[in-house]
Each structure stands twice: as structure tokens, then as C-alpha cells.
């Protein structure tokens, strides 16, 4: 089996989409930064998200149900870097940070190339991670290059 800095170092080289999930509700308000979203079918619109459980968002986006996949856009790597950040109180995180509201009730992200309103509707956990499966009720977007990780480094794509 290959070991674990092999592995990540292999990772590295898997460009990801840059993404920012968030989440409000009885368990409150909370969002971290993620390069594991993809789709997965279009019948019924579903995406996944693979979160680490140690992630101090993990317990408020289990309870609440709720979530939004924001994918950022290029001129967005701030907020990337905000919510991936152990640091600071969570509302912090989202002070004079844009957002809107869509069917869920989960901050959607102003200016990101797409917002995904999801509700949790299957996980499964993995080593680490916790996969969530989420079907997808609404959506905005927005035009801009996008927000790609690529060998521990953010880069635009357009």
C-alpha cells in the first residue's frame, strides 16, 4: 500500500474545483474550505463532499442538513484561505462577507462561479472523511474565471 505522504503528494497533482461549503441552522452557522465536490448524477441533481470529521464545521453540517456548495471564482482565493483557516470565531468568518439566501436557508457566496443549495441526503465515512451525498434544490451563478488548487498552489482558470 502506498504511504500517506506518497499519496498526498500524488493528490497534489489532481488539479480541484475550490469550494467554500456553508451551512445554517439549529446547530448554527458554519462554512470551511473544501477541494473535494463533484457531481454525481444529473437525476436527481446530486453532488458529494467529502469532509474531514475532525473539521470543527463537521458537526454543525451534520445537524443542520442544509448546506451550499459555493465554487469560487478566481478573484475569490481570500475567502478560500478565510474558511480554511483553523483561526478565528466562525462568525468572524463571515463578517462583511456577501452572501444571499436561497431554498435552504445555507449562505450562498455573492460573486462565486456557482452556488449549489443542497440537502444532505446520504453520507459515508471513510478513513478520515465523512462523504456527503447531497441532492441539489437551487443554484445561482455568476461569469468569472475559476478558482483551481494545483500543487498546494491557487490558480486561475479561464
Not at 19 to 44: K, N
Not at 56 to 82: D, F, K, P, W
Not at 138 to 151: H, V
Request: one cysteine or more.
Amino acid at each position: 500500500m502506498i504511504d500517506q505522504t506518497d499519496f498526498r503528494e500524488l493528490m497534489s497533482r489532481l488539479p480541484s474545483p475550490v469550494c467554500v461549503v456553508t451551512t445554517d441552522g439549529p446547530a448554527g452557522l458554519a462554512g470551511l474550505t473544501v477541494s473535494a465536490a463533484c457531481s454525481v448524477t444529473d437525476t436527481p441533481p446530486t453532488m458529494l463532499v467529502c469532509v474531514n470529521r475532525s473539521s470543527r464545521s463537521y458537526a454543525a453540517l451534520m445537524e443542520n442538513r442544509e448546506i451550499c456548495i459555493n465554487v469560487l471564482g478566481s478573484r475569490q482565493q481570500e475567502i478560500a484561505m478565510r474558511f480554511a483557516s483553523s483561526k478565528g470565531d466562525m462568525k468572524e468568518k463571515f463578517q462583511n462577507l456577501p452572501t444571499h439566501r436561497l431554498r435552504g436557508g445555507a449562505p450562498a457566496i455573492e460573486g462565486c462561479l456557482a452556488s449549489l443549495d443542497c440537502t444532505i441526503v446520504k453520507t459515508a465515512d471513510i478513513g478520515t472523511h465523512t462523504v456527503l451525498f447531497c441532492e441539489v434544490h437551487a443554484s445561482s451563478s455568476e461569469e468569472d474565471e475559476g478558482l483551481t488548487y494545483f500543487r498546494r498552489a491557487f490558480l486561475s482558470l479561464s
